[in-house]
Every structure is written in structure tokens, then in C-alpha cells.
């Protein structure tokens, strides 16, 4: 007899269908927002919201499920709607024209559980009640339970209200999974032997952990308040009328990173996981179609108790306009033979259209073939110098491809994963270039695009259950060998350092931007020829005016002192002229670098400050005494002050229009002159041709090409002398202020060429202390075994020992610098500040003793202890005080430096001169020092390993704040509350 028997289905088919198939927390994010779009949402957003512990939501503004369609719908995995291709009801498309259906599996919901273990799941449909669902997807990780025996709680409310009352019901009704009382006997017992099981086999694996079934009850034991998530969402607060929320607990990593906690730096992996959401995530939909009226708008929003920050959204400026905007640009279409039909810019010339013929033929059967799709890539040159960009619009671009470069698929206007990530090379590109990265020109990280298909036109192009690609198909391969085709024939020959494009118009950009960057930095160096000029031309004048201010506070003074009302008025001109030649003092704004002139500028600035202190200080005091003595009537003194205050404006407007009109006939006649001169230049060198022509010496085609050659060469020398002659003036005349953008576009260049040579700096350094580390131990092995080979005689004697003591001092000194190497070798160890004070003393006991300095700790440092990788902690401390050391060594009275701490704060403070407020901003950066052969590298590795461990430093600048007088360096460390012992 034959029996039929039904498959049976565990519960952890859902965990194998949700959790285990998402790669990543992005991917995720993206199918769950592609149900959005599905609902006909026009908005959707990921809210990531701090607090203990953090909580997160995704919010639409959909259609909206009602209780059956929930039922029917989100409760039924591999739902039919989305494989049949079921049209969504116009009355609840929201006014939206039709949408082609992003799912195809009818699992996407179950990306959630990617997110969070447990997740409150909110819809309401317009003129529906709220339907609410409870899942803990921890339920579904347990082997022994079938899936027929998980019960979720479903719910139907009609006001907000009832929420509040609904909830522990729902969280009551999760628990009951474990242990159920709902009068079946046989589920009962299949589900607390499952439990028994699971709870048995986790506790054998590792004893100490916690079980998931106490996970899911100390779950659904606390309080939830799921006011403050709600209120984000536009349904709840009933400014729309349908929509879904998925409030999620017991997040994933990736989404607690953007809120590790108030005033604490993430960690690497946290930086990591953010960046990888923000790359992901940023280019959802397609930025390069501007056809699209109805594009989903999408946010991720992370919420801190005094901050709401939108981290990614669709970003204005660099859609399809920026992409044509590159250096070099393809764009066309595939149609359904395979031929490509488009056109080609290279170094921003239009190169006409293109059509390309593909290798082989196209599939045609209806299960592999591949409909037509639209592309377009824009790539920018690498160096600058070859660029048709400007400099610091060149520099935006390679930030911005840091972040947002390569080569995306879109189906339907929306992103198909995992294409256009660093991690993926589907069309080959990377790997072409290790092989010719001349000749093969296209790079993922300096161009920027994509691939456009429909679910119409390519339905073959399907994507794997995990939505990380597409399916490995005919049709997929198919699409791929286009591609990399076209990428190969479009580099080879355009763009890449064979083509005879690149060797046509390379040479003529390079030189417009030699010239352009050796006319930027003459402007730079008649900038701090100028500034430098006004710094020292005014100097005298600032000695005057401060003894000028003092002399008239001496008189004002003695005014007060007899009570003399026309004394203090008398005093009011000189006071008015005080107060116009402090404006006139002020110096423009300060280049970046100042080379040795930088102490000139500072001792300027010093005085300058005091002048007008004591300018500020006589104001005040002329105006309250001329007020008390009642010198003049009120109104009088108003009147006086207000013609003087417009006399001085006056003068001063006129006496700057008189200078540019001056300047302005002077440019006007010497523009005249030239464009008279440049206009004579083409007959000078055609006016040959005529003769030769007459003579019938020059045959007439060979005249006109001449002719035609000299014209275009004219043409291109005379733009590159008149346009950026017109553009500065017209943006001189729009107001900009030239002082201002020469000193920032020079001290952005400065900028971007100090960090290349930073790293590549500190490259060197970093292979240098390896090399010494290695040398310096193998000779000391070789030094001791020396040593003890020699005589006793000889080790007797004292110049013996010296050496001995002194050989093994420098191998302490190696050890001590040995933990400086941040190599990872170490483990985490419990660390006290009496630990730290001790090796500080250690080290540089011998060097404080020789200087005079004393170096103590408060109680509260002493006592701090905390667990961490001492090549984290102990080098911050080695280079802080090393840094003291060398600034209090200047002074002649009392030196000190100390050690304290506060809550989860450690501090190193000096009573040394302290930091220039100028100097601040850059006190961390690579190679910047103000010390006599000072490195610079000191601070900023501090910064860098602190921050590997999410730990930071900071400069006080709060009086109120420092310890002593000088440098105040504070570190706020961030560990886990159970591994802070900070007293």
C-alpha cells in the first residue's frame, strides 16, 4: 500500500529563508525599502535611535496592509502576489502610476530578522484599523521545533491608545512559544521537549552562555515604550493615512555602531560597518535617471539624545549632470542583438557616436536571451595635473569617490545587489588592470555609473535568493561578456595610454594646467609678499597707536580722577581716531604657510590684540565717564558720535574709490593696448599666404588649412589669456572676495599635497623602526656575547662596567619602546594608573631627575584601573609626557607636569607655555610640530591608536577644565560599563 506523505517543516526554515540567506545589514535595509516601493510608498526612512538599549525602525508611508491582508500576505512566506505578478488595486497606488514589482520571492520581510531579534510590525490601510504583530526570531532558531507549532501573536486596535494595553499581551503571548498552555497537549510537549533540547545543546557547547530561550523571555520582561519610535512615523502622528512601521529590539551590530554612546569615537569596526551602510545605501535608487517623477525617497536618520542626524539620503548635485560633468563620459544603450549604440566624451570633448558589434551572437532562446539596457559611466582622470576639472573640484571628486565610486545594476530604478561595491569585480575590471593598468583603463575607484535593466525587458536577469547578484545564467553571463567588451575596446581605444585619443589631447591639457598651476602660485607668492608687506609696513604703526592708547588712558584716567566733564570730551577725538586706526591695523586674511615669518605675524597678532583691547577697554570707559559727568546732554553725545562714526565711513569709501578707479583706467587702457596688439598677431602670420597664393608658389588648399590652423591656435592662446580674465572679473563684479578664495584654494592645495607626502612619509617611518628594532637586537646579541667573552681582568674594571650598564639601559629603553609597536601581538590586561606612573617614572626617571621636573598623579589617576591592549595605552602616555618634558624644560622656576583623571577621563597636564590658539586645529595632524627638530608624529599616532579602540584625546581648552596653567591633553576612554574601574 502506498502512502502519501506530506513534508513537514522545522522552524529554523524561516531562520534559513530571513537571517542566514542576507549578506549584510545594507542588504537587508535595501530589500525591506524595496517593499516600500512595492506598497507605493513615496518615502521610506531607517531610524537608529540611542539609548539603553538602542532601538531602531523602518518607516513608510505604503498602502498599508488591513488584518486579512496581513494575514494572508506578510504571514505567508513565498506569498503568490509577487511571483504572479498580482497588480496592486488602483484606489490604493496612492496616485502613483504603476510600479513594476521589485520582489520576486514573496521573503523579503524576513530581512528584518537581519536587523533585530525581536520586531514589532505596525500597518494600517486607509480607513482600516492598526494591525499589530509581535516576532521573536530567536523562535525560529531552535532545530527541534516545527514551524506549524510557533504561534505569533496578531492583533487588530483601532486607537493609539490601546497600544499601551495590547503590548505586554503580545510580549506574553511570545513567551508562551516556550512553554505553552493553550489546551493542545501535543503541541505542549513537542515544544518544552524542543526547548529542553536546545537549551541542553547550547549550554554544551559553552557552558556560560545564555540560552536563547532566557534570551527570549528577559527580552519580552522589559519595558517598552515604543512612543518615541512611533512618533517618526507619519501614520501614527496621522499626517498620512496608511503606511507600515517595523520597530526592531536587540539590534544588530551594524546598527548599534551609530550610536556606541554619548561622547565616545567608534571604534574601527564600528567606522567600517557605518561606511559600508552609507556606500551601500546612498545610491537606492537611481540618481542618473531624471525621468523619474515618482522615486522613492529614502533616509536613514540616527536619532542621540541631543541630535537627529540624517547619515544617508538622496543627494542633490550629483546625478546625471555631475556625471557628464567628468573628465571622460560613455553613454548608449544595448539593444536586443547585443550592438551598442552610443556616444563617447574624452578629456571633455565630444567624440562623436559609437557602435560596437558584441564578440558573439546573443542568446535567443526565451529562458537565456537578454533584453535591451541603457549605461552610463563617468570616470575622472586620477592626477589633477591631467584633468579638465579644476583643482578643487577635482579634489571633491576623489574624496567623493572614496565613498560612492563604481559601476552599479538598477532594475527598474532601483539597486540590484552587490554591484558597484569596492569587494565586487562581476565585469572584471580590477582584474584586468594587474595585468596593464595603463592600457586598460577603467578603474572601480575613480569612475562613477550604471547599468539600467527592467524586469520587462530582461525577466532572465533574476536575483539569487540571498539578493547578493544575479542568478549565474546565460543571460547574466551574457550581459557580463557586453561589458567587459565594451569596457576593453572603449579603453583601448580612448581613454587608456595606448589610445590615440589620450596621446592627442593629454599633451594640450597638461600644459593648460602647468600654466594655470604656475600662474596659482605666483598669485600665492605675491599673496605672502603682500601680506607680509602690510605686516611689516603696519608694524610701527601698531607700536604707535598701543602707546597711544595708553597715553590717552593715562589722561582719560586722570580726567575721571577730578571729575573733568570737558576734560573727557576733549578726549573724544582721540579715542574716534583710536577706533579708526584699530580697523586699519587688521591685516587680510593669513596664508597658510608662513615659513619663518610665522613669529613676525604672531608677535603682530599679540600686539594687535592688545591695542585693541586697550582701544575696546578706552571706549567703555570714555563713554561711562562722559555719561556720569554728564559732559554734554545724551542726544548731543549721540549726534556727535554718529557724524563722527559716518565721516570716518565716508572717508574711507571714498578713499578706496578713488584707489580702484585709479586702478580700473590703468587696466583699462593696458587691456585696450593688448587686444589692439593680439589683434594684428593673425594677419601678421597669414598675410604671406595671400602673396604666396598670388604668386601660385602656395596652392590654395594648403593657404586655407594654414589660415584655418593659425586661427585655431590663436584662438586657444588668446582664451587662455582673456577667459580667465573675464571669469575673474565677472565673479569680482558678483562680489567675490579674491583675498579669501586664493588663501582657501591655496590652503586646500596645500592641504592635499602635505597628506600625500604624510603617508607616504610615514610609510618610511614605519619600515625604518622595524629595520632599526631588528638591528639594534641582533647587535646587542652580538655585543653581549662579546662582552662576556672578554677576561675577567677586563670585566673587572670599572670602564667595563660602565659600558655593561649602559648597554643594558639602551636594551631597557628598547623594551620600554618595544610596546610602542602597534602590531596586535598582546592581549587585553588589566591596567592601573599606578601601572602608568610607575613605567612613566621608569622610563623617564634619570631625564626628570637631570631637569628638575616633578611628575605627579591625584589619587583619583592612582586609582583608575580599566582593561586594554597596553601598545594602546602605554606609547599615548610615553609620547604625552615626552612632549611635556621638553616644554617645561624652558622655564626657570617650578616645572611640573601631572597625571589625573576623572569620570572615564584620563589627563596629562604641564604648566609649560601652553598651545597657540592658531595651532590647535592642527596639533593632531602628521608631521605638524612647533618643536626644534620635532617630528610631528608623536600626536597624531596617539589620536590613531586611541581611536582603535574607540578611545579619543582632545586638546582642553576650557579654563575651567585644566589642571595646570600649560597643555591640558585629556583621553575619554570608552570601554564596556562591566570593564570600566574608573574611579
Known amino acids: 500500500m502506498v502512502s502519501a506523505i506530506a513534508f513537514q517543516t522545522r522552524a529554523r526554515t524561516i531562520d534559513h529563508l530571513g537571517r542566514e540567506q542576507i549578506a549584510d545589514v545594507p542588504t537587508a535595509i535595501s530589500e525591506l525599502w524595496k517593499n516600500a516601493y512595492d506598497a507605493y510608498a513615496r518615502q521610506v526612512a531607517l531610524h537608529i535611535y540611542e539609548g539603553l538599549p538602542p532601538t531602531a525602525m523602518i518607516a513608510d508611508d505604503g498602502h498599508g496592509m488591513s488584518m486579512s491582508q496581513f494575514i494572508e500576505s506578510w504571514l505567508v512566506v513565498g506569498t503568490e502576489s509577487k511571483a504572479a505578478g498580482a497588480l496592486v488595486a488602483e484606489n490604493l497606488r496612492q496616485g502613483l502610476s504603476e510600479r513594476p514589482k521589485q520582489g520576486q520571492k514573496g521573503i523579503g520581510r524576513l530581512s528584518v530578522a537581519a536587523l533585530g531579534s525581536a520586531v514589532l510590525v505596525l500597518s494600517k490601510q486607509r480607513n482600516n484599523n492598526f494591525v499589530a504583530c509581535l516576532v521573536d526570531w530567536r523562535l525560529f532558531e531552535n532545530p527541534y521545533v516545527f514551524l506549524q507549532d510557533i504561534r505569533l501573536p496578531v492583533v487588530e486596535f483601532s486607537s493609539r491608545e490601546d497600544l499601551k494595553v495590547l503590548l505586554p499581551q503580545l510580549r506574553a503571548s511570545i513567551v508562551e512559544n516556550l512553554s505553552p498552555e493553550d489546551g493542545n497537549p501535543d503541541r505542549a510537549e513537542r515544544l518544552r521537549d524542543a526547548w529542553r533540547r536546545f537549551d541542553e545543546h547550547e549550554v554544551s557547547q559553552d557552558a556560560r552562555t545564555l540560552t536563547t530561550s532566557t534570551q527570549i523571555k528577559t527580552l519580552a520582561e522589559l519595558t517598552w515604550d515604543v512612543e518615541l519610535q512611533l512618533g517618526d512615523w507619519p501614520v501614527w502622528s496621522g499626517a498620512c493615512p496608511a503606511g507600515t512601521a517595523l520597530v526592531m529590539f536587540d539590534l544588530n551590530s551594524a546598527l548599534t555602531a551609530w550610536v556606541p554612546g554619548q561622547g565616545t569615537v567608534p571604534s574601527d569596526a564600528q567606522q567600517s560597518s557605518r561606511a559600508s551602510l552609507v556606500r551601500t545605501l546612498s545610491g537606492f535608487s537611481d540618481p542618473y535617471d531624471d525621468q523619474v517623477d515618482d522615486v522613492l525617497d529614502y533616509k536613514v536618520i540616527v536619532h542621540t539624545a541631543t541630535e537627529k542626524n540624517v547619515v544617508v539620503g538622496r543627494e542633490a548635485g550629483y546625478g546625471i549632470g555631475f556625471l557628464h560633468s567628468l573628465d571622460h563620459v560613455l553613454e548608449g544603450a544595448f539593444d536586443e542583438e547585443g550592438i551598442f549604440h552610443g556616444r563617447v566624451k574624452a578629456f571633455g570633448k565630444d567624440i562623436g557616436k559609437v557602435e ?163 600662474a596659482a602660485k605666483k598669485t600665492q607668492s605675491r599673496q605672502l609678499a603682500g601680506f607680509r608687506q602690510i605686516v611689516r609696513e603696519q608694524s610701527a604703526r601698531l607700536d604707535v597707536a598701543l602707546a597711544k592708547s595708553k597715553a590717552t588712558r593715562a589722561k582719560l584716567d586722570v580726567a575721571v580722577d577730578i571729575g573733568s566733564a570737558n576734560a573727557v570730551w576733549n578726549l573724544n577725538g582721540e579715542v574716534d581716531e583710536l577706533v579708526s586706526e584699530r580697523a586699519s591695523l587688521r591685516v587680510p586674511p593669513k596664508p597658510k604657510k608662513l615659513g619663518k615669518f610665522e613669529d613676525v605675524y604672531r608677535d603682530y597678532r599679540d600686539r594687535y590684540a592688545e591695542m585693541a583691547a586697550h582701544v575696546d577697554g578706552l571706549r567703555e570707559l570714555w563713554t561711562e565717564a562722559a555719561s556720569r559727568l554728564n559732559a554734554k546732554p545724551a542726544i548731543d553725545v549721540a549726534r556727535s558720535q554718529l557724524s563722527r562714526n559716518q565721516k570716518a565711513i565716508t572717508d574711507q569709501l571714498g578713499k578706496w574709490r578713488r584707489e580702484i578707479e585709479t586702478l580700473l583706467r590703468s587696466e583699462f587702457k593696458r587691456i585696450g593696448d593688448k587686444v589692439d596688439e593680439d589683434a594684428k598677431e593673425y594677419y601678421k602670420e597669414t598675410a604671406s599666404l595671400l602673396k604666396g597664393v598670388e604668386a601660385a608658389v602656395t596652392p590654395l588648399r594648403v593657404a586655407i588649412e594654414e589660415m584655418d590652423q593659425t586661427r585655431e591656435r590663436l584662438f586657444l592662446r588668446f582664451s587662455e589669456v582673456y577667459e580667465p580674465y ?258
Not at 494 to 506: A, H, I, N, Q, T
Open 726 to 983: 573675464h571669469r575673474a572679473m565677472k565673479q569680482l563684479s558678483e562680489g567675490l572676495d579674491l583675498d579669501g578664495a586664493l588663501a582657501y584654494a591655496a590652503a586646500h592645495g596645500d592641504t592635499l599635497e602635505r597628506r600625500l607626502e604624510q603617508v607616504q612619509s610615514l610609510a618610511q617611518v614605519g619600515i625604518s623602526v622595524e629595520i632599526l628594532s631588528h638591528e639594534l637586537h641582533t647587535l646587542d646579541r652580538r655585543l653581549a656575547a662579546s662582552l662576556e667573552a672578554l677576561p675577567e681582568s677586563v670585566r673587572g674594571l670599572s670602564a667595563f662596567q660602565t659600558a655593561e650598564a649602559a648597554r643594558k639601559e639602551l636594551v631597557e629603553r628598547l623594551r620600554f619602546l618595544s610596546q610602542m609597536q602597534i602590531a596586535g601581538g598582546d592581549t587585553r590586561e588589566k591596567i592601573s594608573g599606578i601601572d602608568i606612573e610607575i613605567y612613566l617614572v621608569e622610563f623617564f626617571g634619570p631625564l626628570l631627575s637631570e631637569q628638575g621636573i616633578t611628575l605627579r598623579a591625584t589619587d583619583a589617576f592612582s586609582n583608575a584601573a580599566f582593561f586594554e591592549f597596553p601598545s594602546r595605552i602605554f606609547p599615548v602616555f610615553i609620547n604625552l609626557v615626552n612632549n611635556a618634558i621638553y616644554w617645561v624644560s624652558e622655564l626657570t622656576g617650578s616645572k611640573e607636569i601631572l597625571l589625573s583623571a576623572g569620570h572615564d577621563t584620563l589627563m596629562v597636564s604641564d604648566n609649560g607655555r601652553g598651545i597657540d590658539p592658531e595651532d590647535i586645529p592642527s596639533l593632531f595632524e602628521l608631521f605638524f610640530s612647533r618643536r626644534t627638530r620635532g617630528r610631528g608624529v608623536g600626536l597624531y599616532l596617539c589620536r590613531q591608536t586611541l581611536a582603535a579602540g574607540g578611545h579619543k584625546i582632545d586638546y582642553v581648552v576650557d579654563q575651567a577644565k585644566k589642571e595646570l596653567s600649560g597643555a591640558n591633553f585629556e583621553i575619554t576612554l570608552t570601554l564596556p560599563p562591566k570593564n570600566v574601574l574608573l574611579s
Open 356 to 518: 560596437l558589434t558584441p564578440p558573439q551572437l546573443q542568446p535567443t532562446s526565451s529562458k537565456d536571451r537578454i533584453g535591451a539596457f541603457s549605461l552610463v559611466i563617468g570616470a575622472f582622470e586620477p592626477v589633477a595635473r591631467s584633468s579638465i576639472l579644476r583643482p578643487e573640484i577635482h579634489a571633491s571628486v576623489v574624496e567623493r569617490a572614496q565613498t560612492h565610486s563604481g559601476l552599479s545594476i538598477y532594475r527598474d530604478g532601483l539597486r540590484v545587489m552587490p554591484y558597484g561595491r569596492p569587494e565586487n569585480d562581476f565585469f572584471k575590471i580590477e582584474e584586468r588592470r594587474q595585468s596593464q593598468a595603463g592600457r586598460e583603463f577603467w578603474a572601480n575607484r575613480r569612475l562613477f555609473g550604471r547599468i539600467a535593466i527592467s524586469r520587462a525587458a530582461n525577466p532572465n536577469l533574476r536575483d539569487k535568493a540571498g539578493r547578493e547578484g544575479l542568478i549565474d545564467n546565460t543571460a547574466s553571463r551574457a550581459i557580463q561578456i557586453l561589458m567587459i567588451e565594451l569596457l576593453k575596446v572603449t579603453a583601448r581605444r580612448y581613454f587608456g595610454g595606448d589610445s590615440p585619443v589620450r596621446k592627442e589631447l593629454l599633451p594640450a591639457i597638461e600644459a593648460e594646467n602647468d600654466a594655470a598651476a604656475e
